[in-house]
């Protein structure tokens, strides 16, 4: 078991050794859409990588029909594993819409040995994201 300082130091030693290993500026919350924002996400229990529609309702209504209409693309050509979820509810009880793939691999954060393998994930993982975004996003803003 560890304290929550040990818990927050190997949080940040994964996301600065991350950070360090792909050098790279990612898309994340600079997508220029309103709530339509990129994650990565990685705890005790699992990794993932989640594009977030967080915006008001009709917003989120309007962006999740979009992604819909891109999703046989989106599967096909990009991300085959990828869940859509239109009611998310976050651990703080707020509901989103998410698309995310999660790593089907028992990992955590606490655990070093397993931080090789969610780098490569989540640098794979939202690489292609962000291929699929750079391609379609004047249909997702639209």
Do not use: C
Request: net charge negative; hydrophobic share 40%.
């Amino acid at each position: 078991m560890f304290s929550k300082e040990e818990s927050r130091q190997l949080k940040q030693e994964f996301w600065t050794s991350f950070g360090k290993s792909f050098p790279r500026k990612w898309i994340l919350y600079d997508t220029k859409i309103k709530g339509f924002n990129f994650k990565f996400h990685f705890d005790t229990k699992k990794a993932l990588v989640a594009l977030d529609l967080e915006d008001d309702l009709e917003q989120r209504i309007n962006s999740w029909e979009k992604l819909q209409s891109l999703k046989t693309i989106l599967l096909d050509d990009y991300l085959p594993n990828l869940i859509f979820e239109e009611e998310y509810i976050l651990d703080n009880g707020k509901e989103i819409s998410r698309v995310y793939v999660p790593l089907n691999e028992k990992v955590s954060i606490h655990n070093k040995n397993s931080w090789q393998e969610v780098m490569v994930f989540f640098n794979q993982t939202m690489s292609q994201f962000e291929a699929f975004f750079d391609e379609y996003q004047d249909v997702i803003k639209g």
